[in-house]
């Protein structure tokens, strides 16, 4: 069975400062596809990166890069140069090629605060 | 990024009522899901939904649950009769494609269901 797990409930740094967020996953399939989303105190859930588990390159958009540790079955997500406006809770996700048309498995969120 | 867009924004409705979610969904996406999340816990997957059928379902997706997008239309989610469990966020999500799991799903703000 395929399961996410964030194991750090909530992070707090100084802002302009880099932050790792970790996240294992478990799944049967050679070839899935891992997310970060990030959720705004709004509410609203933002795409931030995806990392394809072929690709052994680590994805890097904007401020947001991806440690992918594929032996270990983990996917950091780091942000270099926190801004406030970072504050959220960011969720991991996993998509296998065995689920059909795309299900999602999230974790339960790492709640990050960034301090001025 | 692409927009999803969710009506109402908070619903609150009476036990064994009858309540309709709409999701108004990327324009060019073809595949859609619905997700729950229980007030400071992970999304849990709901259903996902292509050319018009119902793809794949999870153990959460009741028989008092259907959705549906009809003509193109918005693509709505169903509870009848809505129980005190179902209280929580739904979210709506899109993709341009689903088999294969590549392109990531884009999620609207969600609809908060409250059932009294």
């Known amino acids: 069975a395929q399961k996410v797990t964030q194991t750090q409930t909530s992070i707090s740094v100084m802002e302009k400062t880099t932050v790792t967020m970790d996240c294992v996953y478990e799944?049967?399939?050679?070839?899935?596809?891992l997310f970060w989303y990030k959720q705004t105190a709004s509410g609203e859930i933002v795409f931030l990166i995806r990392?394809?588990?072929?690709?052994?390159e680590n994805a890097t958009v904007g401020h947001y890069s991806l440690n992918f540790q594929k032996p270990k079955s983990s996917i950091g997500l780091i942000i270099t140069a926190t801004q406030i406006e970072d504050s959220a809770v960011y969720f991991c996700?996993?998509?296998?090629?065995?689920?059909?048309?795309?299900?999602?498995?999230f974790g339960a969120g790492t709640q990050l605060i960034v301090i001025p | 990024g692409p927009k999803v867009l969710q009506i109402p924004s908070h619903q609150i409705i009476d036990m064994g009522q009858m309540v309709t979610l709409n999701c108004d969904p990327v324009s060019n996406h073809l595949y859609f899901y619905w997700y729950k999340q229980i007030l400071g816990q992970q999304m849990e997957f709901l259903v996902n939904f292509y050319n018009g059928k119902v793809m794949e379902k999870s153990k959460l997706f009741k028989d008092q649950f259907s959705v549906e997008r009809p003509d193109g239309s918005y693509f709505t989610l169903k509870i009848q009769p809505t129980a005190l469990e179902d209280s929580a966020v739904y979210f709506c999500a899109s993709s341009l494609e689903g088999l294969g799991g590549r392109y990531e799903q884009y999620f609207g703000p969600g609809t908060r269901l409250t059932v009294l």
């Open positions: 990392q394809d588990s072929y690709k052994k």
């Open positions: 996700a996993m998509r296998d090629r065995g689920s059909a048309l795309g299900r999602l498995h």
């Open positions: 799944t049967q399939d050679s070839s899935y596809f």
